[in-house]
């Protein structure tokens, strides 16, 4: 009865790979969200996607393309891997106004 | 400039001791809301308590209560009776219209670190 999951838990990779994270939630909210965790702990929004449309990109580059076949996944596909991709990686999801609530993360690694 | 600022990079409080976090934002939406978010050493993050910028009173729920103080931007975290199971790290948060597609975003603080010792 996992609300939001994610897919895998680690990835550990070299620089150089593509690489995908997937996510799915289960509460049938409208809106969801990639968040970006850096090493000093700091969450920073990437994506956000209502009802499967793009709706936020915050000046990610264009190696991360999101894709949401329907309203309740949401994946990530990072193409050409760099060492400074290495972060925790969050999937959230809300309704309209509401609190968001996130997955457990995906812990990158890319050496 | 920072529109969440956590100024407390660590705290300590004593078993069954109350502590707050403290949280300070800048917005001039007059709609907003207000987040608290746990992340423990197992790295999921847990909602903990919402605060609407039209709420009249104070939010609570159970042990944590925020001291939202509108006047000054300030949307301090209380935690009652602490216990050790309350030692991670704590998020402040602001919930905020995207320029893009009036969406909503979450800005976060950089987050305090609480320790409760025995």
């Known amino acids: 009865d996992t609300a939001v999951s994610q897919t895998p838990k680690y990835l550990v990779t070299q620089m150089g790979n593509d690489k995908s994270i997937k996510c799915e939630q289960n509460?049938?909210?409208?809106?969801m969200y990639w968040y970006k965790q850096d090493s000093k702990k700091f969450l920073k929004i990437m994506f956000s996607?209502?009802?499967?449309?793009?709706?936020i990109n915050e000046t990610v580059p264009n190696r991360f393309s999101p894709k949401s076949p329907d309203k309740a996944h949401l994946n990530l596909h990072i193409n050409s891997l760099e060492l400074g991709d290495s972060a925790v990686y969050f999937c959230?999801?809300?309704?309209?106004?509401?609190?968001?609530?996130f997955g457990p993360g995906t812990r990158l690694t890319v050496t | 400039a920072q529109k969440i600022t956590q100024t407390q990079p660590g705290m300590f409080v004593q078993e069954k001791e109350a502590v707050t976090l403290d949280c300070t934002y800048d917005t001039s939406d007059p709609s907003y809301g207000l987040f608290w978010y746990k992340q423990p050493s197992s790295g999921e993050m847990i909602f903990l308590i919402y605060?609407?910028?039209?709420?009249?009173q104070n939010a609570t729920e159970g042990r944590y209560s925020l001291n939202f103080q509108k006047a000054r931007k300030s949307a301090n975290l209380v935690i009652s009776a602490s216990q050790l199971g309350d030692s991670a790290m704590y998020f402040c948060?602001?919930?905020?219209?995207?320029?893009?597609?009036?969406?909503?975003?979450?800005?976060f603080g950089k987050g305090t670190k609480l320790t409760v010792n025995p």
């Open positions: 948060a602001m919930r905020e219209l995207s320029s893009q597609g009036g969406s909503e975003k979450l800005v």
């Open positions: 605060q609407g910028s039209y709420d009249q």
């Open positions: 509460l049938g909210h409208d809106t």
């Open positions: 959230a999801s809300s309704r309209a106004g509401y609190e968001q609530y």
């Open positions: 996607y209502n009802n499967k449309e793009l709706i």
